[in-house]
């Protein structure tokens, strides 16, 4: 046998100064004290979006939470603040032209470019340490049942923890976004064998080491010092695993707080750990602690002579008489239990290679600290200890003795955060791990877009004329071409969606006018596909529509000469509306139907023989020519373009974009369309993008309740006259506050955009680049003109003279090379 104590360590190591012993339960960690902890991750409201009374409301709530606690708890809130690298891999991305993949490599590219990108992850700690008892006979009297008095001290302890946590989860869940760190099991070997992950012993070891990488279980987790793999040198600069380390402790308090005073903290462009510890006191023992300082500072209010001699003098001090008037009202909160009191100790951890850059951004940390009332150091030979008392789960290092309530703790801790969107694309219906729509580097923390909130993807945009709603579109449209098998389907206004529909090999009609190839107007046969009974039924109201479109009320007779017309087509050769007219046998209907055959002026659009519209993945519909001809032309058009879409949809990725919804918010007939579209398409997996500049039209369309239910999501773009009366009440209408009312009055045009949602609210930069600009923000009368001359000249390389005629060559070679 080979003596291994040479090669054994007897001395004390970082493992002993690390609290956790094992994992007892389900995300609830047990430490070497006998303490036993659990963690949630969760993410309060946009900061920059809410309002004072907003904030004063979300710091009472949690106030009124945590000061049910008292003696034996901890809570730690951490705010973490990560770079973000990491743009939607190319692996998930399922472009299908190289217009839209050049789009999408710039974006890329630019993010990547800028390597100030940084997110905040927000941790909520909270552990319990039981009192100590000893077990004695009063317990079998104390449980009336039998199976509560076998119960071990340890069960008891367990199972009062849980209950406790649980209803403190219930509560925070009311006025945060809230997800607890559980164990999750996985599988691996193709199925064969289950192994289990721990996000809250993940987390702890994040902040022991820095690093962030899932922390796999054994089968016994227990004696879990395993985790601690670091090497700490203690120093006036510590270093942990050849990393240096640095404290920014907050030690001085302002005279008073209000909610979200240290909210800049959690802003800086820099990674870090912002850990507030809080030790909660009994309101007994809080009495207690204050009584002490009250009679401390009593003894200063009158000199030491004239207190023994029993004499009067003028000499008092009142800065003392002040303090003991504060201490007093602050024993009466405490009797009150309003608030709890307790140890307060926030630091920033921060880990560097190099002791200059970490010396940089200590001092970068202490002058923003400084610079919002509070008092801040630089640790030196507290580091070690002051590091220490900012793991979770720590109860004995770093402890400051000044007592702040839980009023002043929901106003100093980060319940406020900047919203970066979803990492993902939250539609159930889309594959598993879906990137998102759009991702932008706006700011100093990046910004994910998602027009989804879980299966509800519709979208209200609005905005004044001029503020960039229809670049928004076509980035909208291009980007979302990265999901397989993505359909798009827009009524555009304007030729704005024309280059990036021809760019990315689209079909646009210009309805009304003359096709792009073939240079003949575009004709319709509604009748041409009766081969179902919806189809036939739907044909025969579509009938209906255009007979009451002329003037004609519409009887049972009517509706019967109709369907029995509709049932001898659908097995007849010819389907056009001559045909249907040339059959039907009532006179007022053949007279009704007469302008819209070929004999009539609109014959030109719906009385064709075979239909000219052939469905793609992307189309889009021109409607400004058609929009001229009247109501008695564009409701008929656009109800059978509606129901071609209808039946393309068939659970793949679907976008409908509605530029200039006004015009169709405005007719009965549509908003009874939109309304149905709104509450059914979702289970089609298709959302419905509303685009107006008309607020007006808007707020008269009869539908604003179902606007602002069913579209979960709303970008408004800027507008200066957001704040005056008649515009101000369309905003609040849709609940709109008064801070995002001036966000929205005092946004940039053509630059930034306010999306709110359920998730969250964010101002954001779209960030364009050359090439994004090339095809989703030329819509001039110049641009369309010179884009259809280099169209007719080259042919589907006009994408590659368009770009070098604007000065991007490096994008156009990449177009050759595909």
């Not at 054994?8 to 609290?19: C, H, I, M, Q, Y």
């Not at 290092?397 to 000044?402: G, I």
């Not at 209907?589 to 993945?617: C, N, R």
């Not at 609210?761 to 369309?784: E, I, Q």
Request: aromatic share 10%; charged share 25%; proline share 6%.
């Amino acid at each position: 046998m080979v003596a291994l104590r040479r090669f054994r360590a007897t001395g004390p190591s970082f493992a002993d100064l690390v609290p956790y012993a094992g994992l007892i339960d389900n995300g609830v960690l047990l430490l070497k004290d006998g303490s036993l902890m659990a963690g949630w991750y969760f993410a309060g409201p946009d900061a920059e979006s809410a309002t004072d009374l907003e904030r004063n409301d979300l710091s009472r709530q949690i106030n009124a939470i945590l000061s049910r606690l008292g003696s034996g708890w901890m809570i730690q809130v951490e705010a973490v603040r990560i770079p973000t690298v990491d743009y939607p891999s190319k692996v998930h991305c399922f472009f299908p032209d190289p217009v839209t993949r050049a789009i999408d490599a710039e974006r890329r590219a630019h993010f990547a470019s800028e390597r100030t990108h940084f997110e905040s992850r927000h941790a909520l700690i909270l552990t319990y340490r039981p009192p100590e008892t000893k077990k004695t006979a009063l317990t079998r009297y104390i449980y009336s049942d039998e199976e509560s008095r076998k119960k071990s001290y340890a069960d008891t302890v367990l199972a009062i923890f849980k209950n406790s946590i649980r209803e403190i989860e219930q509560y925070l869940a009311n006025t945060l976004s809230i997800r607890r760190m559980e164990t999750r099991e996985t599988s691996e070997r193709g199925g064969e064998r289950i192994v289990h992950y721990d996000e809250l012993l993940q987390f702890a070891r994040f902040c022991i080491t820095g690093e962030n990488h899932p922390v796999r279980l054994p089968i016994v987790p227990m004696y879990l010092d395993w985790i601690v793999t670091a090497e700490l040198q203690h120093g006036l600069t510590p270093k942990v695993e050849n990393r240096f380390l640095g404290v920014v402790a907050i030690d001085g308090l302002p005279s008073e707080s209000w909610p979200g005073i240290l909210n800049h903290l959690d802003l800086m462009p820099l990674t870090y750990r912002w850990s507030s510890r809080f030790i909660f006191l009994d309101a007994e023992e809080a009495r207690q602690k204050l009584e002490r300082t009250r009679k401390k500072w009593q003894q200063k209010v009158r000199p030491f002579f004239d207190q023994l001699f029993q004499t009067e003098s003028r000499a008092i001090d009142r800065d003392a008489m002040t303090m003991v008037a504060e201490t007093e009202d602050a024993i009466a909160q405490a009797s009150s239990q309003l608030v709890a009191y307790g140890y307060y100790t926030p630091v920033v951890i921060l880990f560097e290679d190099h002791r200059e850059a970490l010396q940089d951004k200590a001092e970068a940390v202490r002058r923003l600290v400084q610079a919002e009332g509070f008092g801040a150091r630089i640790e030196t030979l507290n580091a070690t200890d002051a590091y220490l008392g900012s793991l979770p789960g720590n109860w004995y290092c770093n402890v400051r003795e000044p007592l702040i309530n839980t009023c002043n703790l929901s106003d100093l801790i980060p319940l406020n955060s900047v919203w970066s969107g979803n990492p993902v694309a939250p539609c159930p219906f889309y594959p598993p791990d879906s990137p998102p729509l759009m991702q932008v580097a706006s700011g100093s923390t990046p910004f994910r877009l998602n027009l989804h909130v879980d299966d509800v993807g519709h979208t209200l945009i609005f905005g004044p004329t001029g503020s960039g709603k229809s670049t928004l579109l076509a980035l909208i449209a291009s980007q979302f071409r990265r999901y397989e098998r993505a359909q798009i389907f827009a009524f555009d206004k304007g030729n704005s969606l024309y280059p990036l529909t021809l760019a990315a090999g689209g079909d646009h009609y210009e309805i009304g006018g003359e096709t792009e190839e073939e240079g003949r107007a575009l004709a319709f046969c509604p009748l041409s596909d009766l081969s179902t009974d919806g189809d036939r039924a739907w044909a025969t109201e579509w009938i209906e529509m255009l007979v009451a479109l002329q003037g004609v009320a519409i009887t049972p007779d009517h509706r019967n000469a109709i369907s029995r017309q509709i049932e001898l087509i659908a097995s007849a050769p010819g389907r056009s509306l001559s045909d249907f007219v040339s059959g039907v046998q009532m006179r007022e209907i053949k007279e009704a139907l007469h302008p819209y055959t070929v004999d009539g002026p609109m014959g030109q659009l719906l009385d064709a023989e075979q239909d000219g519209l052939s469905l793609g993945v992307f189309q889009c519909f021109e409607i400004e020519q058609l929009m001229n001809m009247g109501e008695r032309n564009l409701v008929p058009v656009l109800s059978y373009l509606f129901r071609r879409i209808e039946k393309r949809l068939t659970g793949d990725p679907s976008l409908i974009i509605l530029d200039e919804a006004w015009l169709m918010l405005g007719h009965p007939v549509f908003r009874s369309k939109i309304r149905e579209w709104l509450k059914v398409l979702r289970k089609a997996n298709c959302a419905v993008v509303l685009a107006t500049q008309s607020i007006s039209d808007a707020e008269r369309s009869g539908i604003i309740d179902v606007l602002k239910e069913s579209c979960p999501t709303k970008i408004c773009l800027p507008n200066g006259a957001a704040r005056e009366p008649g515009t101000r009440e369309f905003y609040e209408r849709i609940g709109f506050n008064e801070r995002q009312i001036e966000i929205v009055s005092t946004a940039t045009p053509k630059r930034e955009y306010y999306v709110a949602t359920p998730e969250g609210r964010r101002l954001f930069d779209m960030a364009l680049g050359p090439v994004a600009l090339s095809f989703v923000g030329a819509s001039g009368k110049t641009d369309l003109k010179r884009i259809r001359a280099l169209k007719s000249e080259h042919g589907q390389n006009w994408t590659i003279h368009w770009l070098q005629s604007r000065g991007v060559f490096h994008a156009s070679s990449l177009l050759e090379a595909e």
